[in-house]
């Protein structure tokens, strides 16, 4: 059909009320949550977009795939089933099952990494770059530089800046223990990587003999754009795009509850068998046994059957378009927001947004302490909070001031997303009554999950 409406390639078979609150009601809530949203009841929320991290609806077929678990404690077949769809899109010889994309990250980097080392890629995102510090190693950030513009237009913003690659290798590389690339790049708003700057990165790691790993959460929406963009691709399937990028690393770390389309999960998969022999040690003192890693078999089941449905072309295009039109509204009302829209996100440029507010009073916990008051939309700051805290105890600006608006895959129609167009439009028009925020009290690593503030 030519018509211009993309519909959501789905019929929906069960609903779930969401809670209408008071302004009042959501002005209590903030204030008993240190206004962070992150410590905001979910039932008091109306529109829940803090992530799209095990949040997004599963399938007819994952449902009834649920009830094929294996429940078996060492070599289920439903580990098989998991390990046999991962090996077929990635080709990676070991798959290791995680709970969850944060725990491939600790096993894989508790394995390889040594105090002072120095692991680059384009954006690490904040689990990946806590895991990294926590093992006294640096995460080193080099995305090319417009990547680092949000309003400026670029295919591919999530590139990693080979140069600056090739530089780290030259001159630090015998504290490079592997290069990571994420694709999507989340903290830079969703943006994908091209297959050419994949390629570029393979051949550095080559000439400089290190192993090359994806943090590939998104990978199949990186595929999406690569089709939609990049010369010579248009004509090949999501899946074969994703095959491509995935044999041109040595392993990965995976978050199912992004891509897999699953509320739990991940793994770690690589080719390396020594590498493989002691990350499985490590899974068996912290996760669990090989062939579960701290999942159900039910678990298993819906991450392999969401793999297989993630790189079908009429899901990708939805997802991509339904994006897409948030970020339409928003510009079309003069919003500043990253640009292009990424896959899984919209990005509100706070930065730009409040210019009275300085980073170090965090304009982005400004915005979605906004949204959420006026329409109990919840989103989250991908700012100063989130990345402007060294390991030494130094505060900086972030590289960026954002808040994400991150939407779960296959939850919310339309209408919901014209209902949040409206709340960031009215928290936009008000923007020169919002005050920043200090923090009253906060933990030393990953402060932004429960940072407690107070406003200026």
């Not at 509850?257 to 040690?281: P, Q, T, V």
């Amino acid at each position: 059909m030519l018509f211009k409406t993309i519909i959501e390639p789905f019929r929906i078979k069960s609903v779930e009320a969401v809670k209408f609150t008071t302004r009042e009601e959501r002005e209590k809530a903030l204030v008993e949550a240190g206004y962070n949203v992150f410590l905001v009841p979910a039932e008091d929320v109306l529109i829940d977009l803090l992530t799209d991290s095990g949040t997004g609806a599963m399938s007819s077929a994952q449902w009834g795939a649920l009830m094929q678990g294996d429940e078996s404690y060492a070599g289920s077949r439903s580990f098989f089933r998991f390990r046999d769809v991962i090996q077929d899109l990635t080709g990676f010889r070991h798959v290791i099952p995680t709970h969850q994309g944060r725990a491939a990250e600790r096993i894989l980097f508790h394995t390889i990494l040594k105090p002072g080392m120095v692991v680059p890629s384009n954006t690490h995102f904040d689990t990946t770059r806590a895991n990294i510090e926590v093992e006294q190693a640096e995460a080193r950030d080099l995305v090319i530089a417009e990547g680092k513009v949000p309003s400026l237009i670029h295919p591919f913003k999530g590139n990693v800046d080979l140069a600056k690659l090739e530089k780290t290798l030259a001159e630090d590389g015998d504290r490079v223990p592997l290069v990571m690339v994420t694709v999507t790049n989340n903290s830079g708003g969703g943006q994908p990587v091209s297959l050419e700057n994949l390629r570029g990165v393979r051949a550095l790691c080559d000439t400089y003999g290190k192993p090359f790993f994806l943090d590939a959460c998104r990978f199949a929406e990186n595929a999406w754009f690569i089709k939609q963009r990049e010369p010579g691709q248009s004509d090949r399937t999501p899946k074969a795009i994703a095959q491509e990028m995935f044999s041109l690393a040595d392993g990965c770390t995976m978050s199912a509850k992004k891509d897999g389309l699953a509320n739990i999960g991940g793994f770690l998969a690589m080719n390396d068998d020594e590498l493989a022999a002691s990350c499985r040690s490590l899974l068996i003192l912290t996760e669990g046994f090989p062939t579960y890693g701290g999942l159900a078999g039910y678990d298993l089941e819906a991450i392999a059957r969401g793999l297989e449905e993630v790189v079908e072309e009429p899901y990708l295009r939805y997802r991509i378009r339904s994006t897409a039109y948030l970020a339409d509204k928003l510009t079309a009302g003069g919003v500043p927001i990253i640009q292009p829209p990424g896959g899984h996100a919209v990005y509100l440029d706070a930065r730009a947004m409040l210019p009275h507010v300085t980073p170090l009073q965090y304009p982005g916990i400004a915005i979605a302490n906004a949204l959420y008051l006026e329409a109990g939309i919840r989103g989250v700051e991908i700012g100063t909070v989130m990345f402007g805290l060294h390991p030494d105890g130094t505060e900086a600006p972030g590289p960026m001031d954002l808040v994400r608006l991150a939407i779960p895959r296959r939850v919310y129609t339309q209408s919901h997303i014209d209902l949040v167009a409206e709340g960031v439009l009215e928290v936009f028009r008000k923007r020169e009554e919002l005050r920043g925020y200090r923090i009253t009290e906060a933990p030393k690593v990953l402060r932004h999950f429960s940072a407690r503030f107070a406003p200026l």
